[in-house]
């Protein structure tokens, strides 16, 4: 669809509410629908504007619209979900079963007769058989391509929503919801080159879905519904896992630990063996054993470093300067480290070597030098360096002991 296609039919549907107003102006004060009176938890009316485009939305089920569930067993209880929260039922001391909450949910623990009539007392008080809130339909006049103004409609219930707009095209209901790709333009100016900059998304016609207004009314409506159902479903599930992980724990100690653990650093196994707990799956001997010979593993790498870690602070400790800057020396020592580097300008690069000699006090030294200086030189070599401090207060970067920068002025092999 064209630029020009595009505006002649925005024009169209000025002209068209002009001739057929059925969208309410935003001036026109609204008025509730009748029918409840909005206690709380009962569904709330929506809104309508009078003398405009009304539509027929019935204002709530009859209370008692989402019947008591039954109770779901597992982990050698009965466990049931009311408002996104579990309740455990037990057997009360007069003999009465009893609905006590697991994870939020209502303080005190509800009694009845049967497990039915407890889980009844929990869903009545917490007025989980009311229906979800009617849809609240609100209206408004905004400006659209070109600046053209356009009619728009947002429908909300209980935190789910659908933005439409009033568009006139021929096999579509009146309300839309705009291509998300090409926000309803029907075309992308950064195609322009394949096939006229045509939006693949919508095929040209800027439009995702369309609705009238009460079947978008009830789809979010249904929306609303069906989270409510889930909120219970995944809370009964959260705490079926919860349990299993536990039973787990309780039978493998550190090995559940670890896996725990290491499946929250990305180890591949671990995480395919904790999924398979959670889904009630019992790990064979040779996974459980795998996951004592990793944790073993572990830890044998964990007292490694903690080994080393005391040995640096100690050698940190022990380092100490060769003396003051500017004070000339001479340290005995073992050459530890003998590297090669270039310095200098690209067109004229030379060759140094870097010398550190470590004392069997404590003290280390490092010089730059000449490869002449060096020559016949290894490392392990015992040497005597003499030169004058230029940085005592130089650290090794990755272990912090001091390591004194010298201006070497001559290196033997000691004999």
Known sequence: MTVLENLLSDIFEELADAEHPDVAPTDVPREPLPGY??????????????DAYTVDIAPGDQPGYFAPPKAARFDGGAFFAAGGHVYALTRAPGGDWQAAAVSGGLGAPQLGRTQADAIRAVWDLTESHFDVN??????????????????RAVVTCQGHT????????VGHSPWVVPCGKCGGTGTLEHYRHVKGGVCFGCDGDGI????????????????????????????????????????FTQAHGQVARWIDFASSRGHQKAAKWRAAVLKGRELTADQVQAARDALGLERDEAE?????????????????????????VSVSGVVTVLRSYETGPHYRRRV????????????SVIAFTTPAKVKGLAEGDAVTVVGTVKDPENRV????????????ESLSTAV
Not at 37 to 50: D, E, H, I, M, Q
Not at 217 to 246: S, Y
Not at 352 to 363: E, I, N, Y
């Open 208 to 247: 995702s879905m369309s609705y009238t207004l009460e079947d978008a009314v009830a789809l979010v409506r249904t929306e609303a519904r069906k989270e409510r159902t889930d909120a219970n479903k995944r809370a009964l599930a959260a705490e079926r896992e919860r349990r299993r992980w536990l039973r």
């Open 37 to 50: 009176t909005g206690r709380l938890g009962a569904p709330r009316p929506a809104f309508y504007y009078p």
């Open 397 to 408: 970067i990755a272990t912090g002991e001091l390591q004194t920068v010298l201006r070497l």
């Open 134 to 151: 009617a849809p609240f339909v609100e209206f408004r006049d905004a400006r659209g391509l070109y600046g053209l103004p356009e009619k």
């Open 304 to 328: 490694v470093a903690a080994y080393a870690e005391v040995e640096r602070r100690a050698a940190v400790k022990r380092s100490r300067p060769a003396g003051v800057k500017g004070e000339r």
């Open 352 to 363: 140094g070597w870097r010398v550190v000699v470590q004392a069997p006090d404590g003290l």
């Open 162 to 169: 659908i933005s439409l707009k009033r568009r006139h095209k």
